[in-house]
């Protein structure tokens, strides 16, 4: 059997690491067994341990790459909102953020969706100390100074005070997760509305 090169193998993590970043957003961590990341990678789970310590260090490793999606894109809605203040038409980086974060797509699509929303049960159930929560707390203090920076785009001061973003994104957390836990479609679209438009005269 032909050897894998450092970098099929590098690759092949990466891959292990990105496709359980959407598992465990769509399922929760307890539900991802490493059979099942490694098949979602295309790979057998003989190979884990070539990668990976332990089932707690993927996981980790996934929710770290989920954050550092979210601030990403983040990033990108700063690039692609700058401010002009001539046009009160022009869409701030700050409402495209709220807007998409408090979307029916985004209610619906999980795995594709935010790592805050996704795993804070995850998270919280956790001991402290426990790798989840570790890598949660840090990609949780990452979105919040992005969301900083996200307002700093169309303020003339620095942007929301750090009070102000962790009320707002703890806003926006518990509306998407409340909308997702509701089986009444005009509840669930009550909360995310309710919550954009609490948001959008703050």
Known sequence: ?????????????????????????????????????????????????????SKDDLIARALLAAFAERRQALDRLVDEHPPTGTDPADRSARAEFLALYLSTLHRDHP?????????????????????????????????????????ASTDDDAGTDRRTALAELSTLVGAVLLARASDDPALSHEILDAARQHLDEA
Do not use: N, W
């Open 1 to 53: 059997m032909p050897r894998v090169s450092r970098a099929e193998a590098q690759q092949h993590r990466q891959q292990v690491i990105d496709h359980t970043s959407r598992l465990i957003r769509e399922k929760g961590a307890e539900q991802v067994s490493v059979p099942l990341a490694m098949a979602a990678a295309g790979l057998t789970h003989g190979g884990f341990y070539r990668h990976f310590s």
């Open 111 to 151: 795995a594709d969706g935010c790592a805050a929303a996704g795993l804070v049960a995850d998270a919280a159930r956790a001991e402290p100390g426990a790798p989840i929560r570790t890598a949660f707390t840090t990609g949780l203090r990452d979105l919040v100074d992005g969301f900083q920076q996200l307002t």
